[in-house]
Structures are given as structure tokens and as C-alpha cells.
């Protein structure tokens, strides 16, 4: 067994230094597979709650247009959702199970969901800010060692890049709108600004699970080297809005070739995790309420599926059989 077991590891280990796949049949070390699906689970999570700060907009959008946008946006959201779960069951948990952990306060999602989305000018920060953070995190994960994951990378970054070109035209037409609409794009990102940069998680010399999933391929870059491609990316982009980032200590270090930045609120990050920000408790709230007043579409799906096989009966087709499609009906509630 001994043998065996280095034999795998020995594979395991040659296949993520030659930068191939890990596919879901292959033997991978227990720590890896843990630490995917505490990954992939929370990004599921981050994504289906993530519907809800922007869902909140969808009846006061200004206009038709911004309206269907905020829908299609909205949806993809959990699309992605869907595809993170998908992605995690492949690593033999499944999606009840993950539920049930967030809806228990078991696992949990990202913390900027817990902020409130006060005016319709955070619709517009939060595509440029949050989904923009979000891409800057997600475009080195489409190279992951582990092959599901990454392919659900592919699509999800295409669909973030929009999400985030729609929240950075929504914001340039209230920041060149009247000065109160400018005013209210300007409040918006000064409330967003700082949880976004918190995003890429502690700096790397207290982020807990960084440097092994660093080495196993799951991650590429530190969160620190992610948190400051995100700024130099933002400055010019601010200077287009004509929108101030707000931190005084913004400013371009020529030696370093980046942008120096002031320093982060940790204690506010930690505070939000441990359950303590705005909207913690609504959001799961409704996460639980909307979970419970899905179980009919739940339980619809599974008889609609399980009518399709007794009527097909050819036997041998399993596919399809898991536990029913779930979010998009329940998140409308
Ligand atoms: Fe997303
Ligand atoms: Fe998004």
C-alpha cells in the first residue's frame, strides 16, 4: 500500500510540476482535494449571495436598459454558481452538502456581500470594483492545476469582464451626469473602494492556506501581487471616471514601477468574517429563506428527471440524476 501510495504521489507530483491537469478520477492527495472544495465552495457561495446586494436594484433601475442588464448580470451570477457546484461535486461532495454548510455558517462566501448597496450608483461600483477585483483573482485560476475548476474559469471570467465593462459605463454616466448624480457615484466608490482591495484576502504573510495551494498550482500569485495588479489597474481607470480613490497615500512609486497604497483595515475585514458586518445576518437570512421556498422546484426537477428515465429506460443513462437544478428559480424569491 506504502508503494502505491508514493507511486500516486509520485504521479501526482510529476503532472502539476509539468503544469498538466489534475482531472477528477485521478489520485490526489486528500489536502489537495480538501482544499479545493473549501475553495470551489466558497466561490460558489460568494457567487449565488452576490446576487443579492445588485437583485436589490433590479425593480429601481433608472431605465429599461440598465434593468435588462441588472437582470442579465444578476443571472449569470448564478450561472456561475451553478458551474462552481458542478465543479466541486466532481471532487465526490455534493451540492446539498455544500449548502446546507453555508446555510449552517459552515463555509462561508466573500465578505464584500455583506456590505449594503445604499444608491444605484453602487450597482455601477460594484461592476467596476468588485467584479473588476473578481477578475483580477479568477483570470489566474483558468490555469489551475485542477482541471474543472479551470475550465469553469474560462466562461466565468468572459462573463466578469462584462460585468465589469457595464459597471464602469453605468458609473461614467452619473460621474459626468448632474453633481448630484456625480456626487453619488463619488460616495459609492469611496464606500467600495477599501472592501474591494480586502478581496484578495490577507496579505500573504498571514494568509493561512496561500503558500500550499501556491505550490500545487491552485493558486498563481499571492494575494498581496493580486491586491496590487488591481490598483495599478484601477488609478487610470479612476482618472477616466473622473472619480477620486479615496486614499491620500495613492501614488506612483517610479522605483517600483506600482502604485504605493495606504494601509488596509484589517480589523474591519475580521470583523465582517466573523459575522459582524451590515448585512451577515440578512443575507443568509434570505439565502435560507429562498432555499426553502425553492424545495418545490427541488423536488419538481427530481420527478420531472425520474419520469424522463422510466420513460426513456434505456438503462444505462445516470447522467443528469443528481440532486435536481436548484438556484435559478429560488433566487427570485
Ligand atoms: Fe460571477
Ligand atoms: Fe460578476
Keep these: 500500500m506504502a508503494t502505491a501510495t508514493v507511486d500516486h504521489a509520485t504521479a501526482f507530483d510529476a503532472a502539476v510540476a509539468a503544469d498538466e491537469r489534475i482531472e477528477p478520477r485521478d489520485w ?3 489536502a489537495y482535494r480538501a482544499t479545493l472544495v473549501r475553495q470551489i465552495a466558497q466561490h460558489a457561495h460568494s457567487e449565488i449571495i452576490g446576487m443579492q446586494p445588485e437583485a436589490n436594484w433590479i425593480t429601481r433601475a433608472p431605465s429599461l436598459r440598465r434593468k435588462a442588464i441588472l437582470i442579465a448580470k444578476v443571472q449569470d451570477e448564478a450561472g456561475h454558481g451553478l458551474y462552481l457546484y458542478s465543479a466541486a461535486e466532481t471532487l465526490g461532495t455534493s451540492r446539498d452538502e455544500l449548502l446546507d454548510k453555508l446555510h449552517t455558517g459552515r463555509q ?6 455583506n456590505y449594503p448597496t445604499l444608491t444605484w450608483a453602487d450597482v455601477g461600483a460594484i461592476g467596476w ?48 451626469g448632474t453633481p448630484a448624480q456625480h456626487a453619488m457615484a463619488q460616495d ?38 493580486l491586491r496590487q495588479r488591481f490598483v495599478d489597474i484601477c488609478v487610470p481607470q479612476a482618472e477616466s471616471l473622473g472619480l477620486t480613490l479615496p486614499d ?11 502604485h504605493d497604497f495606504g494601509p488596509i483595515d484589517w480589523t474591519e475585514f475580521q470583523q465582517v468574517l466573523k459575522g459582524n458586518g451590515p448585512c451577515n445576518e440578512q443575507r443568509i437570512t434570505q439565502r435560507r429563506t429562498a432555499h426553502d421556498e425553492g424545495a418545490w422546484v427541488r423536488e419538481a426537477a427530481a420527478a420531472h428527471a425520474a419520469k424522463h428515465r422510466s420513460s426513456t429506460s434505456n438503462g444505462s ?8 437544478s436548484t438556484s435559478q428559480g429560488e433566487e427570485s424569491a
Design 248 to 258: 491620500p497615500d495613492l501614488v506612483w512609486n517610479e522605483s517600483r514601477g506600482h
Design 28 to 30: 490526489m492527495p486528500d
Design 188 to 225: 459609492a466608490v469611496d464606500r467600495w473602494w477599501w472592501p474591494s482591495l480586502m478581496m484578495f484576502g490577507p496579505p500573504d504573510d498571514a494568509s493561512a492556506h496561500s503558500a500550499q495551494s501556491m505550490a500545487w498550482k491552485i493558486k498563481r500569485h499571492s494575494n498581496d501581487d
Design 129 to 176: 470594483l468588485v467584479d473588476g477585483a473578481a477578475i483580477t483573482n479568477q483570470v489566474p485560476l483558468c490555469r489551475c492545476s485542477y482541471g474543472p475548476y479551470a475550465r469553469a474559469m474560462v466562461r466565468i471570467c468572459k462573463e466578469e469582464s462584462f460585468h465589469q465593462r457595464q459597471g464602469y459605463e453605468s458609473l461614467l454616466a452619473l460621474s459626468r
Design 317 to 324: 443513462d445516470s447522467s443528469g440524476s443528481g440532486s435536481g
Design 108 to 113: 462561508k462566501y466573500s465578505s464584500i456581500f
